[in-house]
């Protein structure tokens, strides 16, 4: 949606600059084409920052399936019956409980984004 933006708005821009002569046409001129520059890097940047949140979202989901297989285990632990809780006790658990798959931490490295000011040549 943002790369869509650029054509459209480069577009009305020459039209509205047809007419412009002088210092306002120069600042307007410049002021656009460091609108196009940002753009050009805003858009790749907010295309990672979500896949990165997908990517965080399905981790989440796969966290909340551990945790309720673990709950789900600790609930059949606490409605066994006493004859079963003795059993356990004397021949030892057969049912361990279940062990979640270990976390890899997360590491997301990007480039910090720098907007070109009003005042600046890039």
């Known amino acids: 949606m943002c790369d869509a933006q650029g054509p459209r708005r480069n577009t009305v821009a020459q039209s509205a600059s047809a007419e412009w002569r002088g210092r306002y046409a120069r600042e307007f001129a410049e002021r656009m084409r460091i609108c196009t520059a940002d753009a ?6 907010m295309r990672t920052a979500a896949s990165q949140v997908d990517e965080l979202a399905r981790l989440a989901r796969e966290d909340q399936d551990r945790r309720e297989q673990a709950r789900e285990w600790q609930r ?8 079963d809780k003795v059993g356990d006790f004397v021949f030892g658990e057969d049912d361990l409980p279940p062990i979640p798959a270990p976390v890899t931490p997360l590491t997301f490295t990007s480039a910090t984004p720098v907007a070109a000011a009003a005042g600046e040549r890039s």
């Open 40 to 45: 050009g890097r805003l858009a790749p940047a």
């Open 76 to 83: 059949q632990q606490e409605d066994e019956g006493v004859l």
